[in-house]
C-alpha cells in the first residue's frame, strides 16, 4: 500500500463522520436499518410468548420499549458516547487495519514462498475455494474476536477498560458501541492479524483472486447471523436459542447472562457468534429457562462511569491507583507491545510498493 492509497483510505473514513445516521446503511454494522427491522420483528414473537392474548400496540411498546431503559441515564451517555466512538474507531482503528493486516499478509506470502515453494499457486480459483475461504475468514474472525475477549476479562488491567462495556445498567442494540478504545484496538489487532494470514494461505495456493460470499463488503454469514436476533444481545428481551443450537451459536439470552452483575455470569460467554470457543476455554452458560438478569457490575461500580468523558478517563484512573505494581507493568507491557506491532507494520508497508487486498470482513465486537 503506496503513501497515496492509505491517506485516500483516511480520508474516506473521515468522510464518514459527516453523517452520523451512515451506519444505519452499512452491512457491517449491528445497526444496519434491516438488523433492525428484523429484531423488531423477533420481538414481536417475543411479545406473543411473553403476554399471550394481549395484542394492543400500547403493551407491545411497554414491553419492547420501556421508558425505564430507553429513557435512562445509561442510554442516554451511550447515544454521547456512540458519536464520540465513531470519530475515535475511525482515526485509531481503521489506520492500524489498513497498515497491519496487508503487511502482515505480504510477509506471511513471502515466507510461504521461501518455505514451500512447490505449492506456489497450484490449485485454480474455483466457487468451492471461494465458499471455503467464507467459512474459514468467519471462524477466523470469530475465534480472534473471542480470544480479545478473552483476554479482556483474564488481564485484570484489560478488564479495567472492558468494564467501560459492561457498566452499561440498560442495554439498547446501541450499546454493542460502548466500547472503550483500548478494547477496539486489540480486537482489531488479533482479527486483522488472523485474516490476513489466512487471505495469504488461500492466495498462495490457489490461482486467481480469492473472495468471499459476501453482501457488500460483509461475509454473508457474519449477514446472517447479524439478521436473526443479534441486535437482542443488548436488549433487555429475553430471546434463547434452546440448549442444542446454544452449543453452537451464541443466543441474545446468553449475552445477556454475560452482562450480568454477578461476576460468574458476566466472566461466561465470551463468544460473539460461535459458543464452541467457550465450550472449549470451559466459559459456556446455557440458560435452561429465562432467568432476571440486573445488568452492570457488581458492589455498584457501575455508578462510576456516569458521564461519557469518565468512560474514556476512569480506567486510566484506576490502573494508576492500582496497588500490585506488577499489574500495572503487565498493562504497560502489552501497551508496548501493542504500539510495537503498530509501528512494525508501518516499516512493512513503507518498504513494499504493493500489497495484496484484504477481503473486508466487519464484525462487531459484541
Known sequence: MRTS??????QSALDQLDNPLAYLFAEGQRIHWLYLLVAGLVAVVVYAKTAPGKTSLRSFVRLAFPRSVYLSRSTFIDCGYFLVHRVLFSILCLPVLALLAPAIAEA???????????LEATVPSSPLWIGLFTVVAILVADFAGFLAHYLLHRFPVLWEFHKVHHSAQAMTPITVYRMHPVDDIGVVLLSGT????????????????????SVGATNIFAV??????????HTHLWFGYGPRLSQILVSPAMHQIHHSQKPHQHHSNMGFMFSFWDRLFGTQTIPREREEIVFGLDQGEDADYSSVLRLFWLPFAKIFR???GLRVLS?????VALLALSVSSVVLIASSDSTPDLVALEMATE
Open 5 to 10: 492509497d492509505l491517506g485516500t483510505f483516511l
Open 108 to 118: 506471511t506470502g513471502r515466507t510461504l514462498g521461501a518455505g514451500l515453494p512447490a
Open 194 to 213: 488472523g485474516l490476513a494470514i489466512t487471505l495469504a494461505v488461500f492466495q498462495f495456493v490457489t490461482i486467481g483472486e480469492v473472495g468471499i460470499v
Open 224 to 233: 446472517l447471523f447479524n439478521l436473526f436476533g443479534a441486535n437482542l444481545r
Open 322 to 324: 492500582m496497588k500490585s
Open 331 to 335: 498493562g504497560g507491557l502489552i501497551g
